[in-house]
Nanobody, 112 residues
Framework: QVQLVESGGGLVQPGGSLTLSCKAS????????ISWHRQAPGKERERVAG????????TSLDTVEGRFTISRDNSQNAAYLQMNDLRDDDTAVYYC?????WGQGTQVTVSS
């Protein structure tokens, strides 16, 4: 069955960096559009960035432009979200998405 497993979250100080990973299985990863979303406490889930099968990238949030980079490695069935210069308001659960499928999420907490 389709599985998306995120990892790499944690507690980081403002200005720090994290790289999230999404490991996929159960479908032909290289053919699919993959996106990262996040949901902060008390807020709706929002799309952060997406990447096409040919590594065309679109970033959905102005607030992460220039700080977050999405990438993929089709040979590893994996997608990544490199997050730099993290801010308090980046605190959220981050989810990997492919169509109707979602991972379980990984918590990112930015705090001093």
């Amino acid at each position: 069955q389709v599985q998306l497993v995120e990892s790499g979250g944690g507690l980081v100080q403002p200005g720090g960096s994290l790289t999230l990973s999404c490991k996929a299985s159960g479908f032909t990863f290289s053919n699919r559009y993959i996106s990262w979303h996040r949901q902060a406490p008390g807020k709706e889930r929002e799309r952060v960035a997406g990447i096409t099968r040919t590594t065309g990238i679109n970033t959905s949030l102005d607030t992460v432009e220039g700080r977050f980079t999405i990438s993929r490695d089709n040979s590893q069935n994996a997608a990544y979200l490199q997050m730099n210069d993290l801010r308090d308001d980046d605190t959220a659960v981050y989810y990997c998405n492919e169509g109707e499928y979602w991972g379980q999420g990984t918590q990112v907490t930015v705090s001093s």
